[in-house]
């Protein structure tokens, strides 16, 4: 039972560079996130997808575009990268209920020079 | 809106001595309220929860109460470990699927 899984684990990137990140989970969750952390700040929650089919924005969408591709899968996308979207990204996932606690990937490195 | 607020850091602590890192939250209702480890280079993971006043969420020696009247979630282990060093992030959640995470704790524990 892997969990969630995120691909790639490192990444780097020039500015206007455009890359996808993939992210996908097999707990059979309905509910999916992407989050980025940043020193001193903490999570903040970029996308969320509370079911198949749905996407919303979070706290800090500005950026990025996202895609839940099946119940499984959810990826982020970086249409043009700019420095201060350097950052380690995490995705998560949880059950359906609101309160449920969140399940997270091991993460992806990225830095944009 | 929500928000957590947890101790800064670093902490720095002897083996076998006592950890307490305060939390305390800000939220229009009710929410679940949780403990998160981070260990160098890896994802979160859940540490323990509670999803209603005086709940006590426990695991691996971590204890935390959800205490409504003073809206904190205080965590606690009686007698630390090296491989405890981490960094540990308080976090809640309401019925929106969304949470929202304190900026972290980093403790290390020396031998």
């Known amino acids: 039972n892997a969990g969630v899984t995120q691909t790639p684990k490192f990444q780097v990137l020039k500015t206007g560079q455009s890359m996808t990140l993939q992210c996908a989970q097999d707990?059979?969750?309905?509910?999916m996130y992407w989050y980025r952390q940043d020193p001193g700040m903490g999570l903040r929650l970029i996308y969320y997808?509370?079911?198949?089919?749905?996407?919303d924005k979070g706290e800090v969408p500005n950026g990025y575009n996202v895609s839940r591709l099946n119940k499984r899968e959810f990826s982020l996308r970086l249409e043009s990268a700019a420095p201060s979207q350097t950052s380690v990204y995490f995705c998560?996932?949880?059950?359906?209920?609101?309160?449920?606690?969140?399940?997270f990937g091991p993460g992806t490195r990225l830095t944009v020079t | 809106g929500n928000s957590v607020t947890q101790m800064e850091g670093p902490v720095t602590l002897s083996e076998e001595a006592f950890l307490t890192i305060n939390c305390t939250y800000t939220?229009?209702?009710?929410?679940?309220l949780f403990w998160y480890v981070q260990y160098p280079g890896e994802g979160l993971q859940l540490l323990l929860k509670?999803?209603?006043?005086?709940d006590k969420g426990s695991n691996k020696g971590f204890e935390a109460t959800y205490r409504k009247e003073t809206t904190s979630f205080h965590l606690e282990k009686g007698s630390v470990q090296v491989s405890d060093s981490a960094v540990y992030f308080c976090?809640?959640?309401?019925?929106?699927?969304?949470?929202?995470f304190g900026a972290g704790t980093t403790v290390t524990v020396r031998a």
């Open positions: 998560a996932s949880s059950a359906s209920t609101g309160g449920a606690a969140p399940y």
């Open positions: 707990m059979n969750h309905n509910s």
């Open positions: 997808s509370a079911s198949e089919g749905t996407t």
């Open positions: 939220a229009t209702g009710y929410p679940s």
């Open positions: 509670a999803t209603k006043a005086d």
């Open positions: 976090a809640l959640t309401l019925n929106d699927y969304k949470l929202s």
